[in-house]
């Protein structure tokens, strides 16, 4: 604590440091008090990334619970009648279904949701993918498992429980940092300028980009993405006194801890958001239009913070973003046809603006839930199940193809817990040592960054699923 | 809603309801976030009733009346939850069965009195039920739905029979739920304490039998309790402190286990709650959530408008700016989590600090400058604001117009100077908690201010900003 504390609290001013505002140690614009002073010179100090490699990771967590079986449906003719006769009142027709054609299922036939018409798209022009049946698990599991000691997963259906999941990838503890984190941690030596973190979260405080040197950065949707302090780039009498002031109040040392975290948190925001509120006041502008609605507004956002990487001096940067309202225990049919529009909506544009940027090739989203649910209907929606399907696009993805086995969707086949509840075939982990790896992480990396992989995959040159 | 809220945490002189209902309802979580439930604002301030007028009576009736809230029913989807049909292969959902024993009573684990986790042979927490308890409890609530029609939007529904899959949108949100016996899972139900209950019972039966189980349970007294201590005293209490808590819940001394009014003066009362031995514990304290920041300030200063009306309406900007705002939590988990941990100070000390999980770049800064604005120019978002673009309303604009009362601290200023000026917002703002080096260093910017010819206003208006910006302040002891 002593150590991070007495670091926050010294000045640099002037001088052009290596940084770490991830640290709590922000160096090169320490304090509130010259904000607008150190503006031109620090931009003029900025070495701009030269090497080019641009790597963005878009992880877009869908809170509640995708019914992802809902989402990718098979179509043949008999998976269908089971998919039919499990979902009832809650199976999509038949005919509506937007074809695809998976290269690598062994000519099995699927669908997608009506609503899906640009991820169709993308994952038929070889630019997306899906990964079936995966969840959060600790080792290999099947049915028998279930009587044995094979451990599981801490508080399984549980919403708060299984999302933290997902982020962390150490479903045996409830305290974990995030897998994003950790891959930060290993990386973020990349990036020439440690202003702001690599970790770019456009919904607040989150698990899964919380590494031990590296935490998230929020933005917000709006304007420049930062808030910064009100009259932070005037040299008026009153703001000079106004950013002394709060710089004094915030750098007192105080014996409540709390207090100490308060003050330091705001120390950082301020000293971040004001880097990054004018990289993107300076980046370029995003042409490809976007939907109005918040998440489509967030996803322009991560598309002009991409933008400015050269101006934020980075060549490798996560994003966190969040879309609600997956947890469709009723009104299931109405509910996730409009969340799917929404997503795909939002895809559409922001695949589009990458294309528009010129880094179709270096970024790379996906998408995670707390769970897939259960098979059958509740009357009017479905409960919490476990295995579910989730999208992979971009361009550098082995695209048009499904990777993992998908289940069978018959109550009581070797894979249901119990009541519909599909036991994953595919772990977090192998899936996202896939992104891991594509992201420049080695494979020694990774059993700092997912250590439980090894229960899972013995390190090949494919990667565990071959989705690169 | 929001203005409601206001309405009562504004004028109403009974503080300490308001903020044992603001507490409850930031445990028994219901969000107008779902759009449907934004619009039934008259359903979501009798929700909060249940809350405000229960805060002090028994938990058990708190348990039951928001189960059988229609805004509960609605948001945990157990209204219109039907029994499972085996020909068509559905189950009852377990929505509400789940969050009532995972949020509103129990939790995961098992408790020791004291709020600590319970230990099984090989060291490690106790599961306080399984999947097929939850499944049970599935069974429990099937069969409610609506009370009554909304005859007062749609008249013509008045004498029609009520309907078990009655649209929300026509149903009365304000009447609970009633019990459609023949929507109901009459089957025999396991409860988690092994006890059975029968089956062919009334679904309302039932439903008490349940909640008398989970009411019952030994976590509820230090469960319930460590949340209400987050909520009005510190983030870190003591496990004897929670146990004190616990027990009160326990049995008020009559022998009655659940009474509110007994566990809210143990808590308030708990030598940890007032000496001031504890402000040397730098474990001390709980961060000022978003919305107690403003509600303290308006409370210390005396909040007025000529209509006489708060009705805020900055629900949306709280929300995306602050994440805080009146009963609109992104989901049943509240704002933020009883186990979050600010990782540089925090966790190390091993300790928590819930409410930091809504302070982050965004919200941090947001606020310093939501602040400013709300001191210096006193633009509370009143009904003002919608109504800006039509002139027939333009003299309601201005009665609606809201004001602090600053003539008081004006004249101390003026008569006594900086300092007493200081002393008194100290006491009525930071209940005497301004450090010396604190108050030194807003003494100095004053007098600065002062010095360059700033008038009384704006030297008490930088008091309020830089009081509410200090970690002092912000850091409620």
């Not at chain 1, 040197?213 to 930062?226: L, M, P, V």
């Not at chain 2, 106790?126 to 999947?131: A, E, G, H, P, V």
Request: charged share 20%.
């Amino acid at each position: 604590m002593s150590k991070h504390h007495h670091l926050s609290r010294r000045k640099f001013l002037g001088r052009v440091t290596m940084g770490c505002a991830a640290l709590g140690v922000t160096p090169l614009y320490s304090g509130i008090t010259n904000m607008g002073l150190l503006n031109a010179a620090a931009a003029a100090n900025r070495t701009s990334n030269t090497k080019g490699d641009y790597k963005g990771l878009v992880c877009i967590m869908l809170s509640g619970g995708n019914d992802s079986f809902n989402m990718l449906v098979p179509k043949g003719e008999s998976e269908y009648n089971e998919y039919q006769s499990i979902r009832g009142n809650l199976a999509i027709p038949q005919s509506e279904l937007l074809s695809i054609n998976p290269q690598n299922t062994n000519g099995m036939e699927f669908g997608l949701h009506p609503s899906l018409q640009n991820t169709q798209q993308m994952f038929e022009s070889g630019n997306a993918a899906f990964v079936t049946n995966v969840g959060a698990l600790l080792e290999p599991f099947t049915r028998s498992s279930y009587q044995d000691d094979t451990p599981l997963p801490i508080g399984l259906f549980s919403h708060s429980d299984q999302r933290r999941h997902w982020q962390t990838c150490v479903p045996q503890n409830v305290d974990s940092l995030g897998w994003g984190g950790r891959l930060a941690d290993i990386l973020y030596t990349n990036n020439a300028n440690q202003d702001v973190s690599m970790n770019i979260s456009l919904d607040g405080v989150n698990v899964f980009q919380r590494g031990n040197i590296i935490k998230e950065f929020a933005i917000g949707y709006q304007d420049n993405g930062s808030v910064i302090l009100n009259g932070a780039e005037e040299n008026d009498f009153y703001n000079q006194l106004k950013r002394q002031t709060l710089d004094n109040l915030l750098d007192q040392e105080y014996h409540n801890i709390l207090k100490t975290a308060y003050a330091n948190t705001i120390t950082d925001s301020n000293n971040s958001s004001f880097s990054f509120n004018s990289a993107i006041a300076n980046g370029m502008e995003i042409a490809t239009e976007f939907g109005a609605d918040v998440f489509s507004q967030k996803l322009l956002m991560v598309a002009k913070t991409i933008a400015a990487r050269d101006i934020l001096g980075v060549s490798n940067q996560t994003f966190f973003i969040e879309l609600s309202g997956w947890d469709t225990h009723d009104e299931l049919l109405d509910d996730h046809s409009l969340l799917l529009s929404q997503l795909d909506t939002a895809i559409g544009s922001f695949n589009e603006a990458m294309a528009e940027l010129g880094v179709a090739n270096d970024v790379v989203s996906f998408t995670m839930s707390d769970f897939g649910r259960k098979l059958p209907s509740n009357g009017d929606g479905t409960d919490h199940g476990w295995g579910g399907h989730s999208l992979v696009f971009g361009n550098a993805v082995s695209g048009q193809k499904l990777y993992g086995e998908f289940p069978d969707l018959f109550l009581d086949n070797d894979l249901d817990l119990g009541g519909g509840r599909i036991i994953p075939t595919t772990s977090c982990d192998e899936y996202f040592a896939e992104l891991a790896l594509w992201f420049g992480a080695s494979h020694s990396d990774l059993d700092q960054i997912l250590p439980n992989i090894n229960n899972f995959w013995t390190p090949n040159a494919d990667g565990p699923l071959g989705m690169f | 809603m929001t203005f409601s809220f206001y309405e009562k945490a504004l004028k109403d002189q009974d503080v300490l309801r308001n903020k044992a209902a603001f507490a409850l309802s930031q445990i028994l979580v219901v969000s107008a976030n779902d759009n449907k439930l934004n619009r039934k604002g008259l359903s979501l301030a009798s929700y909060y009733d249940i809350l405000y007028k229960g805060a002090f009576g028994n938990y058990r009736d708190l348990l039951m009346d928001v189960s059988l809230h229609p805004v509960m029913g609605f948001f945990l989807s157990h209204l219109k939850n039907q029994k499972g049909d085996p020909d068509n292969g559905t189950l009852p959902d377990e929505n509400y069965a789940r969050e009532i024993m995972q949020l509103f009573t129990i939790g995961l684990f098992e408790l020791n009195t004291d709020g600590t986790l319970r230990l099984d042979s090989v060291g490690e927490p106790i599961s306080s039920y399984t999947i097929e308890d939850i499944q049970e409890l599935a069974k429990v609530f099937t069969g409610l739905s609506m009370g009554a029609y909304d005859i007062t939007t749609y008249p013509e529904l008045a004498n029609e029979p009520h309907r078990f899959n009655a649209g929300f949108s026509l149903i009365d949100g304000t009447v609970s739920m009633a019990m459609f016996q023949d929507r109901h899972d009459i089957g025999e139900k396991r409860m988690i304490d092994g006890s059975v209950i029968h089956a062919n019972q009334e679904g309302m039966k039932d439903i008490e039998d349940a909640i008398d189980v989970l009411f019952n349970h030994p976590n509820v007294g230090p469960f319930i309790g460590k949340r209400l201590i987050h909520q009005l005293v510190k983030s870190n209490p003591s496990p004897a402190y929670v146990q004190r808590v616990a027990m009160a819940f326990n049995n008020n001394g009559n022998n009655v286990r659940g009474d509110m009014e007994a566990v809210f003066k143990a808590i308030l009362l708990d030598p940890e709650a007032r000496d001031c031995i504890y402000l040397e514990d730098a474990k001390n304290g709980k961060l000022r959530q978003p919305i107690e920041r403003f509600t303290n300030l308006w409370k210390a200063f005396d909040i007025s408008s000529p209509s006489g009306k708060f009705w805020f309406s900055d629900r949306q900007v709280m929300v995306d700016q602050l994440e805080q705002a009146f009963l609109a939590a992104p989901s049943v988990f509240n704002f933020f989590s009883p186990f979050y941990a600010e990782e540089n100070y925090v966790k190390p000390n091993e300790m928590v600090s819930p409410a930091f999980q809504i302070l982050h770049a965004v919200t941090a800064i947001y606020y310093l400058n939501y602040a400013e604005f709300s001191i210096k120019e006193q633009p509370f978002p009143n009904r003002t604001r919608v109504r800006n673009n039509n002139p027939a309303l333009a003299n309601d604009n201005n009665q609606d117009k809201p004001l602090l009362d600053l003539s008081d601290e004006i004249s101390v200023l003026e008569t006594s100077g900086i300092e007493a000026l200081l002393a008194r917002i100290n006491l009525i703002l930071c209940q005497g908690q301004l450090s010396d080096e604190t108050t030194l260093t807003i003494k100095n910017a004053l007098t600065a201010l002062q010095n360059n010819g700033f008038g009384a206003e704006d030297i008490v208006f930088n008091a309020l900003y830089f009081i509410m910006a200090s970690p002092d302040f912000m850091i409620l002891e």
